[in-house]
Nanobody, 127 residues
């Protein structure tokens, strides 16, 4: 079965950390760029971070550079997003997505270029 399933979201205080996981089934992560995105209520989808399929290069949008780290375990087909220094403005639904048609180009952060996504996990940053 082809699916992406996120987990690891929750409620965290400002300055706290969370690690999101994206378990990928039915796809080989060696072949496709994969990214993390988020959408807050009333806002556009935002590309946060990605790993390309060729050289494992990672990319980050400016708002999360130095705070978020993307990584993947190809043996387990899991992609992680370690999030540190979380702030209230990071509150959103976070989801992972796979560019199965290889439409995207570096930095692979345009959500419209991704074809397959998970349901998402809620991250709430509040005191």
């Amino acid at each position: 079965q082809k699916q992406l399933v996120e987990s690891g979201g929750g409620l965290v205080q400002p300055g706290g950390s969370l690690r999101l996981s994206c378990v990928v089934s039915g796809f080989n992560l060696d072949y496709y760029p994969i990214g993390w995105f988020r959408q807050a209520p009333g806002k556009e989808r935002e590309g946060l971070s990605s790993i390309d399929s060729h050289e494992d290069r990672t990319y980050y949008t400016d708002s999360v550079k130095g705070r978020f780290t993307i990584s993947r375990d190809n043996a387990k087909n899991i992609v992680y997003l370690q999030m540190n220094g979380l702030q209230p403005e990071d509150t959103a639904v976070y989801y992972c997505a796979l560019d199965i048609n290889n439409r995207s180009s570096p930095p692979h952060l345009d959500p419209d270029e991704y074809d397959y996504r998970g349901q998402g996990t809620q991250v709430t940053v509040s005191s």
